[in-house]
């Protein structure tokens, strides 16, 4: 029994020196491999709860990495067949409406990505936060009932969309519950939200997100995961421009 005792209370130590040791760059590591992967298929629905009503919207999305991804849109009509391609920094746009395949650059990614929260700046940042901001844990919260970290995240270089954020980072799932991304200047641009969640094999992925735009009126755009595939094979041929106009 004695013995017994000991062998309890090295696992317990051990497990406490582990848990010390876990820093915010190892946190924000466990968040990028929770939503990362060598590449996946998904579909999903948006809905944009804008000034002038709400617009629902699905698409299916093919990513590789973190520099390929095509996304095309299957509803509603009036944007079905509109087809995004990002290789690398640059991304192009297909509009079947005027059969023309345009490139966004420069300061039209800032603009906002089918009237939604989501900017084309957005979905041009590398998913992998861990590249490109330093992270300091600055505490520990509660929110929806699950406990998080409290992350602090600056920008390692000039130019990125957000210069610092704020995150909530689920202790256990690794998910960033909230973010509030700020700019230089300390002003609120955005907020993210995390409202549901689900486990896909061995990783939790957000099933349900909000984006809001501090700065425009609206309620948000909600993203839905409607189904995901990870490592599946995916053809070369999807991340060409000649699929645009397929």
Not at 7 to 20: D, E, F, N, R
Not at 154 to 168: D, P, V
Not at 177 to 201: D, H, N, P
Not at 203 to 209: G, I
Request: net charge negative.
């Amino acid at each position: 029994m004695k013995n017994l005792m000991i062998v309890l209370l090295l696992v317990m130590c051990c497990g406490s020196v582990q848990a010390q040791e876990l820093t915010g760059v190892g946190i924000l590591e466990k968040v990028d491999d929770n939503l990362t992967a060598e590449n996946y298929k998904a579909i999903s629905t948006m809905i944009i709860k804008g000034r002038r009503g709400t617009r629902t919207m699905q698409a299916e999305s093919w990513v590789q990495g973190t520099e390929k991804s095509f996304t095309e849109y299957l509803s509603p009509p009036r944007e079905k067949g509109t087809k995004m391609l990002k290789l690398g920094n640059e991304l192009w746009i297909y509009s079947p409406e005027t059969d023309r395949t345009i490139k966004i650059a420069g300061h039209m990614l800032r603009r906002s990505m089918m009237g939604s929260d989501i900017s084309y700046e957005d979905y041009m940042e590398d998913p992998k936060l861990s590249n490109i901001y330093n992270v300091e844990i600055i505490g520990e919260e509660k929110i929806i009932d699950r406990n998080c970290y409290v992350l602090e995240l600056t920008a390692k270089e000039e130019g990125l969309s957000y210069h610092s954020r704020k995150m909530w980072v689920d202790k256990e799932r690794f998910l960033p519950l909230k973010e509030e991304r700020f700019a230089k200047s300390g002003k609120l641009l955005k907020v993210y939200t995390i409202e549901e969640v689900f486990q896909v094999e061995e990783r939790w992925y957000p099933k349900r997100a909000v984006f809001k735009d501090a700065l425009s009126s609206g309620d948000g755009t909600e993203f839905i995961v409607d189904s995901i595939e990870f490592n599946i094979e995916i053809p070369d041929y999807i991340f060409s421009k000649a699929s645009l106009r397929k």
